[in-house]
Nanobody, 119 residues
Framework: QVQLVESGGGLVQAGGSLRLSCAAS????????MGWFRQAPGKEREFVGR????????SYADSVKGRFTISRDNAKNTLYLQMNSLKPEDTAVYYC????????????WGQGTQVTVSS
């Protein structure tokens, strides 16, 4: 079983930056695809970005491309989301997610961390 714990959320002004972290338990982190999702009030959960476990290839939603960066530290079993040039529409609960070993659907989810961007 994989447990994911996000941290780093908070209140920031528009144009500011935040870095979210996701600490993963277990021994499968380095062999799993990791992702970030978010859910704003009254909206469905949406994909933010992902990072593979082979070559650390990343992909992003168009809405965050060029502003957000995903990285991972396999030695620390930690996933990061660096968010720059934040906008009020980035306000949401942010979740990290993990696939099973080798990839596939996102099987494990964290509890989320709130990010609020004020205008």
């Amino acid at each position: 079983q994989v447990q994911l714990v996000e941290s780093g959320g908070g209140l920031v002004q528009a144009g500011g930056s935040l870095r979210l972290s996701c600490a993963a338990s277990g021994r499968t982190f380095s062999s799993s695809v990791m992702g970030w999702f978010r859910q704003a009030p009254g909206k469905e959960r949406e994909f933010v970005g992902r990072i593979g476990w082979i070559g650390n290839r990343t992909s992003y939603a168009d809405s965050v491309k060029g502003r957000f960066t995903i990285s991972r530290d396999n030695a620390k079993n930690t996933l990061y989301l660096q968010m720059n040039s934040l906008k009020p529409e980035d306000t949401a609960v942010y979740y990290c997610a993990s696939s099973a070993v080798g990839g596939g659907v996102f099987k494990y989810w964290g509890q989320g961390t709130q990010v609020t961007v004020s205008s």
